[in-house]
């Protein structure tokens, strides 16, 4: 695909804004407070569209299109966005109050509030491991492949020009850095995907058209039997860890609800989260439908779906837009991803065991060290999951079920049962790696939600008979570091009730 002046320019220009922008709007990082929770001064709408903007990249536009254009799951994948919506209103109500008023930084800080460090160390060793073994090299495959399909980039080349942008910008300026570019990027986004949707619907003839042609792709309930989605799993089962997990206990999406003003600001900025992700599936994977409908002739792997479809109706001009939105998404997703993996190794490694009396100056370098460190390796390491034949959003999907189910035991099970001992916590997380192995290795012809609920399930009852048998006589309280009023108001009262009308509602309507 060939360039014009007014592509390069648009795209030129997109990227020298938000870096120049972020670097100035965070040019006054005086604390480590300032640069890990932006001085906990976030508006709802920041955080709302931060949120967003760092939850959808380019492996979404790539790897959940594809799985629309596959067709064995079509429009039934938009449940991890429209469960996720609803697992954002329970995070909101129920869980964002409990960490402000703790004060912390990072989400395994609250286990060690709850237990003990060594919860804590093992939670953050893990996290750091799955940040830059799946989720960092995926986003940067996946943006880089995007570019190759495109626009004729080398991958290699792709891989390190977006970790060399994103992670500058997030190495100068922390957490405000990354939550202003994802105001912007996250915008540009969701203006790009609509511009696709729209120009893909008048390729197919028209809304009436696509539903038409498209109806088998268009089911949101799948069988009981089908081998990655069954209607049980997504409803009642292992759907709701990895939304738990990720919306209220991931570090680098809840970053930023830590850094809010009040508790009624963070939780507006979730809802406001959760809104827009009930409307991402229709500029996402009705994009890879569509794509089937036209292309499906001279597409063989079925995540160039969204970049053909770009690659064939763009008009002359666009593409420096589409350019720079799809590079926006990658860069919104990587530079929180890397601002979270730094504050971790920083917060809960560097500190407690090596510097336990670091200041902020000494924090913030690093911080900014560890930024370029783990940089480099997730982009030495990113060409390894292009061998992942299950697709780019299910090898995400798949991969963090080693981790997710106990990490959301310890903190659900340690709010509701103030018995459990840290040595329950510990044994339930550490169970989590070898049981949902076995279950991929000896069952793997079952949906991997199922393996994770099982996974769960094993694990609660682990937990369960370790604290029946050694009962922690005096839970120590968890500390109130913050003086936050919290009353729940009318607003995010209202708020809540319609997210879950409207979800439903979807859910009926696509049946």
Known sequence: MQFNTLDLLTFTGFIVFVVAFSLYISRKEDTSEDYFLAGRSLSWWVIGLSLIASN???????????????????????????IGALALVIVGLFLLPRFLRAG???????????YNRAAR???SFFMLLFYVGVTIATVLYAGAFGLSTIFDIPLSYGIWLIGIIAGGYTVYGGLKAVVWSDVIQGTTLLIGGLIITVLGFQAIGGVDEFVARSQGRLHTVL????????????FFGGMWIPNLFYFGLNQFITQRTLGAKSIEEGQKGILFGASLKLI??????????IAFELYADEITNPDAAYPTLIKNLLPAGLTGIMLAALFGATMSTLDSLLNSAATLFTMDIYKPFFNPGANSKTEIRVGRIATLVLMAIACLWAPIVSSFEGGLY????????????????????????????PAAALIG??????????????LPDIAFLHHMMITFIVIV???????????LEHSKPIPVRQQVEYRLTRTVKIWSVLIFVITVGLYLLFF
């Open 56 to 82: 959808i990249s380019t492996e979404h536009f790539i790897g959940q299109a594809g799985q629309g254009f596959k067709g064995d799951i079509g429009l039934a994948v938009a449940s991890f966005e429209w």
């Open 104 to 114: 912390i930084y990072t989400m395994p800080e609250y286990l060690e509030y709850r």
């Open 121 to 123: 160390t093992f939670m």
């Open 223 to 234: 069988p009981l039997d089908h081998p990655d989605l069954p209607w049980l799993a997504v």
């Open 280 to 289: 991402l599936p229709f500029i996402i994977i009705f994009p890879g439908i």
């Open 394 to 421: 299910l090898f995400l999907q798949l991969y963090w079920g080693f981790i997710q189910p106990g990490i959301v035991a310890a903190f659900f099970f340690g709010m509701a049962w103030k018995k459990i001992p």
């Open 429 to 442: 997380m550490a169970l989590n790696i070898p049981v949902y192995g076995a279950l991929l290795y000896f």
């Open 461 to 471: 009852a682990a937990m369960s008979i370790y604290t029946l048998l050694y009962p």
